[in-house]
């Protein structure tokens, strides 16, 4: 079956743009999670979704991101006034309700900001 | 979420078994053991977890240690598809929706 998916693959933003990411999770995941990579490191968690619900989103760096699930499907996280060091992979992922036993990653999202 | 440490870097030779430790001293009671890898380019994927007892699956065996404070990953047979970035990361069992923290991990490099 399908899995996680993510668009754009890639992403190039002049400084001071918004850009919005969507993550598609597999059909039927109640949980989802955003993740930032950073060049050479391990992803670091930014927010996570039950359904439509926003649970936890401690890992936002600033108030200028934001992520919304209006549907409890498809999500979007979205950078307002990207700076420099938004640089890095945005990974998704989702998970059964409840499942503490495997979270599905999509490939990834690559932002560059000029 | 406990700590856990792993050696930056490990090398192995094709179709030859790989240990990949991980320590986790901290570890309390509720604190599952998982691993997940990172192939290049890719997002990550899980591999196995286990609670107490020894693991194996189609992909891993997984080795934990008695007192529960170290556990190994074991790749019986690496492959050039098994060079990828190794977590070892602790969940509680009593937080089922809680994120994955991750460390470091270890970047395995096979050699043909």
């Known amino acids: 079956g399908a899995g996680v998916s993510q668009s754009p693959r890639y992403k190039v933003a002049k400084r001071g743009q918004d850009v919005a990411l969507r993550c598609d999770p597999i059909s039927g995941h109640v949980s989802l999670f955003w993740y930032q990579q950073a060049l050479g490191q391990g992803p670091e968690f930014l927010t996570y979704f039950q359904n439509e619900a926003q649970l936890d989103k401690s890992g936002l760096p600033s108030d200028r991101f934001f992520a919304e699930r209006p549907e409890g499907s498809v999500s979007t996280l979205k950078i307002q006034r990207t700076q420099q060091e938004d640089s890095a992979v945005y990974l998704c992922a989702s998970s059964l309700a409840d499942s503490y036993n495997e979270q599905f990653f999509g490939p990834g999202t690559r932002l560059t900001v000029l | ?112």
Request: aromatic share 6%.
């Open chain 2, 1 to 112: 979420d406990a700590k856990t440490t792993q050696p930056n870097s490990m090398e192995s030779n094709e179709e030859e078994p790989v240990h990949l430790p991980c320590n986790h001293s901290t570890i309390s009671g509720t604190d599952y053991i998982h691993w997940y890898r990172q192939l290049p380019s890719q997002g990550p994927e899980y591999v196995i977890h286990g609670l107490t007892s020894n693991v194996n699956n189609r992909m891993a065996s997984l080795a934990i240690a008695e007192d529960r404070k170290s556990s190994t990953l074991i790749l019986h047979r690496a492959t050039l598809r098994d060079a990828a970035v190794y977590y070892c990361i602790l969940r509680d069992r009593n937080n089922a929706g809680n994120m994955l923290t991750f460390g470091g991990g270890t970047r395995l490099m096979v050699k043909p």
